[in-house]
C-alpha cells in the first residue's frame, strides 16, 4: 500500500505528459484515463483502523520517507491519514469529472489536450500537498498549482481573464512568499522539516511560534481565501472556465485550509492559541459580510464565488475554536464545500453555456425551459445553504456549536452571530432561486435537455451531498483519532 502512495502522484504527471504530447482528441482521452487511474489508485488508501506507531501526534495509514536532499535534512516524506484521505479521494474524483467533460466539450480556444494536462499538473500538485509530512516538500507542492491555473484561467477564461488572472498569481505569489518564510523559520529553529516530529511545537520557542504562526497563517489565508485576503477570487472564478472553476473552488481553496490546521495549528499551537479570538472574529466577519454580498449580487458565477467566502469563514471559525468539535466541523466543511460548490460551478458553467448570459435578471423561468437543469441547481442550492440532511449542514453546525460550547462572552457572540450567517446564507441561495427558476420565462436555453456527459459528471456530486449529510461518519468516522490526537499533542 505505501507504494499507492507514489503511484497516486506519478500516475496524474504521467497523464499530464501524454495529454500533452499526443494529437489533441487522443491526449484528452489519454489524461481521463490518467485521471481515472488516479482516483482508483487513491481508494485502496483508506484503512479501517486508526493505530498508533510511538508518540508521534501524526499517525499516517500509510507512509514512504526516503532522503531527498540528505545535506539539509530534507525528506521526500509522504504519508495519508484520516484528515487528508477525504480531501484526496475528491481531489482525484474531480479531476476525473473535468478531464472527461472536456472530451465532451472544451472551451475556446480549444486545445483541449493541453488544458487536461495543465489540470492534472494541478492534480498532482494538491495531492502532493494532501500527502507531503516534510514542510519543504509541503511547500513546493504548494507552489505547484501556481503557474497551471494562471494558464487556465488566463487561456481559456472569460472575456477579463488576462486581469483575473493577473490578480490571482500575485495574490497567490504575496501569500507564498510570505508561507515561504514561515517555512524556514520554523525549519531553522527546529532543526528538522519533518511534520510528523514537529507537530505539537515542542522543538520552538514560543516567540518563534508566535511570528511563524502569523506568516503561515495569512499565507494560507491568501490561498483559502479568508476575507478580507478574498478579492482575487471572484475574478478568478467569474472569468475562468467551467473546469477550472470547478478545480478551484472544489479542491484547491483546500490547500489553505488544510495547510492551516496541518501545519499553522499543529506545528504552532501557541501561536495557534494566541491568535484564536482574532482567527474567530475574522472568520465571522467573513460569514456575514461574504452573505451581505452575496444578497447583492447580479451575476450567477459572481455569487456562487463569493459564497465561498462565507463556507469558508465556518471552517475558519470551527479551526480557531481549537476543540475537537470546531476542527471536524472544519474538516467535514472543507468536504462538502468541495462536493457542493463543485457541482453549483458545473451548473453555472451549463447555464451559461446555454443561455449566453450570467445575468439573473435574464435567467429567470428555468423550471420551464430547462426544468431538469432548475431541479439539479435547486438541490445544489439547498445544500449548499445547510438544509439538514444534506453535505452542507454538518459543518455549519458544527462550528457554531464548537463556538458556543468554547463559552466565554467573545465565542458565544461568535457562535450567534455566525448562526445568523447561517440564516442570510439561506436567504442569498432562495433569492438565487427566485431569480432563476421561479417566475415567468425571460429567455430560451438552448438546447434545455442535459447531455450523458453532464448527468455522467454531475451524478457522482449529487449522491456525496447525499451521502455525507445522511452518514457524515463516513467523514467525521475517519478524522477522529488524528483530531484527537493532534490536540492531545497541543500544549
Known amino acids: 500500500m505505501n507504494a499507492l502512495l507514489i503511484v497516486v502522484l506519478a500516475v496524474p504527471a504521467v497523464g499530464a505528459a501524454a495529454a500533452a504530447l499526443?494529437?489533441?482528441?487522443?491526449?484528452?482521452?489519454?489524461?481521463?484515463?490518467?485521471?481515472?487511474?488516479a482516483l482508483i489508485a487513491s481508494v485502496p488508501l483508506y484503512r479501517n483502523s486508526w493505530f498508533s506507531y510511538g508518540p508521534a501526534a501524526v499517525r499516517p495509514w500509510h507512509e514512504v520517507d526516503y532522503a531527498w536532499v540528505p545535506a539539509l535534512n530534507l525528506h521526500f516524506h509522504l504519508g495519508v491519514d484520516g484528515v487528508s484521505y477525504p480531501l484526496i479521494v475528491l481531489t482525484a474524483l474531480l479531476t476525473l469529472?473535468?478531464?472527461g467533460f472536456t472530451l465532451w466539450r472544451t472551451p475556446d480556444p480549444g486545445r483541449g489536450g493541453t488544458l487536461v494536462a495543465l489540470l492534472l499538473v494541478i492534480e498532482v500538485g494538491i495531492l502532493g500537498t494532501f500527502l507531503a509530512l516534510d514542510l519543504v516538500l509541503f511547500f513546493v507542492f504548494f507552489e505547484v498549482v501556481l503557474l497551471p491555473m494562471y494558464a487556465v484561467i488566463a487561456v481559456w477564461g472569460d472575456r477579463d481573464r488576462a486581469h483575473a488572472a493577473r490578480k490571482f498569481v500575485l495574490y497567490t505569489l504575496f501569500g507564498s512568499v510570505l508561507l515561504l518564510v514561515g517555512v524556514f523559520t520554523v525549519v531553522a529553529s527546529a532543526g528538522t522539516a519533518d511534520i510528523v516530529a514537529l507537530t505539537g511545537g515542542g522543538e520552538l520557542s514560543r516567540t518563534t511560534q508566535l511570528v511563524a504562526f502569523t506568516l503561515l497563517a495569512v499565507g494560507f489565508?491568501?490561498?483559502?481565501p479568508l476575507w478580507p485576503l478574498h478579492t482575487w477570487l471572484p475574478d478568478a472564478h467569474t472569468q475562468a472556465p467551467t473546469v477550472g472553476s470547478v478545480i478551484l473552488a472544489g479542491v484547491l481553496l483546500k490547500m489553505g485550509t488544510y495547510g492551516l490546521i496541518r501545519v499553522a495549528v499543529g506545528v504552532t499551537p501557541e501561536g495557534a492559541r494566541w491568535a484564536a479570538p482574532v482567527l474567530g472574529m475574522l472568520a465571522v466577519a467573513a460569514i456575514v459580510i461574504g452573505s451581505l454580498v452575496c444578497l447583492a449580487q447580479t451575476e450567477l458565477k459572481r455569487l456562487i464565488a463569493y459564497s465561498s467566502v462565507g463556507h469558508m469563514g465556518f471552517v475558519l471559525l470551527g479551526v480557531a475554536t481549537l476543540t475537537a468539535t470546531g476542527i471536524q466541523a472544519a474538516l467535514i466543511g472543507n468536504v462538502a464545500h468541495g462536493i457542493i460548490t463543485g457541482l453549483l460551478f458545473f451548473l453555472a458553467g451549463a447555464i451559461k453555456e446555454r443561455a449566453h448570459t450570467g445575468d439573473l435578471a435574464q435567467l429567470g423561468g428555468l423550471r420551464e425551459?430547462?426544468?431538469?437543469?432548475?431541479?439539479?441547481?435547486?438541490?445544489?442550492?439547498?445544500?449548499?445553504?445547510?438544509l439538514p440532511g444534506l453535505a452542507g449542514f454538518w459543518g455549519e453546525a458544527f462550528a457554531v456549536v464548537a463556538a458556543i460550547d468554547r463559552g466565554g462572552p467573545l465565542w458565544t457572540t461568535l457562535g450567534v452571530v455566525a448562526a445568523v450567517g447561517g440564516a442570510l446564507t439561506a436567504a442569498y441561495f432562495l433569492r438565487l432561486l427566485r431569480r432563476v427558476t421561479h417566475g415567468p420565462a425571460v429567455g430560451s436555453l438552448?438546447?434545455?435537455?442535459l447531455a450523458p456527459v453532464e448527468v455522467a459528471a454531475w451524478a457522482p456530486l449529487v449522491v456525496l451531498a447525499l451521502a455525507v449529510g445522511l452518514v457524515p461518519g463516513l467523514v467525521l468516522g475517519m478524522a477522529d483519532g488524528p483530531v484527537q490526537a493532534l490536540l492531545e499533542a497541543l500544549p
Do not use: E, M, N, Q
Open 22 to 37: 499526443l494529437p489533441d482528441r487522443i491526449g484528452r482521452i489519454a489524461g481521463t484515463i490518467a485521471a481515472g487511474g
Open 221 to 224: 489565508a491568501v490561498k483559502s
Open 369 to 386: 425551459t430547462a426544468p431538469r437543469l432548475a431541479g439539479v441547481l435547486g438541490f445544489a442550492a439547498i445544500a449548499s445553504l445547510g
Open 446 to 449: 438552448v438546447p434545455p435537455s
Open 97 to 99: 469529472l473535468c478531464c
